[in-house]
């Protein structure tokens, strides 16, 4: 049974194209990330969510608009795709608790802007 | 700016061999340490934490040891097996985990020889 779940797994399109990414998770967790891992593999923090309240929000083009229907899912809205837009973007879970937390990854959704 | 260093980008061990990811950061804020581990097509999955009130975790074959005064940290995989082979990642973060923020190195490619 899955825990994080994203869809699509992949995602090809034009330049200009607005695109969305769906996560869902399982586990009962109410903190929902997503984070953008370039082509080197480096893992950038985009969004984070608690409760469906925003709690970070690192320096991200504001094409990029997350949206947290409920505290099992956080999708991600990109508007005018741009070329450097390509990436693997993984939606990520945890608890937020006062004791060490862990991040559960889902497989990623790979983006390609053409 | 990067909050954790992480070297070597990449390592070829022989089966059998020691394998050895080194971290480093500069926030003395940090106490929560977690290396995570990465395969081909996957999202990272949590292998192994340490808090800085011990020098050394072990788990099976991986032992993270820990320098506070010199706020390094690094991975050590025992007999690496050609199942090793991944991307490492070391991460910090501060409790409590408002928002749970990690900050992630940028990442080991290791290649166990069979």
């Known amino acids: 049974d899955t825990a994080v779940s994203q869809t699509p797994k992949y995602l090809v399109t034009q330049m200009g194209n607005d695109k969305s990414i769906k996560c869902e998770q399982n586990l009962g967790h109410d903190t929902m990330y997503w984070y953008k891992q370039d082509s080197k593999k480096f893992l950038k923090i985009m969004f984070s969510y608690n409760n469906k309240e925003l709690i970070i929000n690192e320096t991200v083009p504001n094409r990029f608009s997350p949206k947290s229907p409920d505290k099992a899912h956080l999708n991600l809205h990109i508007n005018s795709l741009e070329l450097g837009d390509s990436a693997v973007y993984f939606c990520?879970?945890?608890?937020?608790?006062?004791?060490?937390?862990?991040?559960?990854f889902g497989e990623g959704s790979r983006l390609t802007v053409l | 700016q990067q909050q954790v260093k992480q070297s070597p980008q990449s390592l070829i061990v022989q089966k059998g061999g020691i394998s050895i990811i080194n971290c480093a950061y500069e926030?003395?804020?940090?106490?929560?340490f977690p290396w995570y581990q990465q395969f081909p097509g996957k999202g990272p999955a949590l292998l192994i934490a340490i808090r800085p009130d011990v020098s050394e975790k072990k788990e099976g074959r991986f032992t993270i040891s820990f320098n506070k005064s010199a706020k390094q940290f690094s991975l050590h995989i025992m007999d690496s097996q050609p199942g090793d082979s991944a991307t490492y990642f070391c991460?910090?973060?501060?409790?409590?985990?408002?928002?749970?923020?990690?900050?992630f190195g940028t990442g080991t490619s290791l290649t166990v020889i069979p």
């Open positions: 991460a910090a973060s501060m409790l409590p985990h408002t928002g749970n923020q990690f900050y």
């Open positions: 990520a879970s945890s608890r937020l608790t006062d004791g060490p937390g862990e991040l559960f």
């Open positions: 926030n003395t804020a940090f106490d929560y």
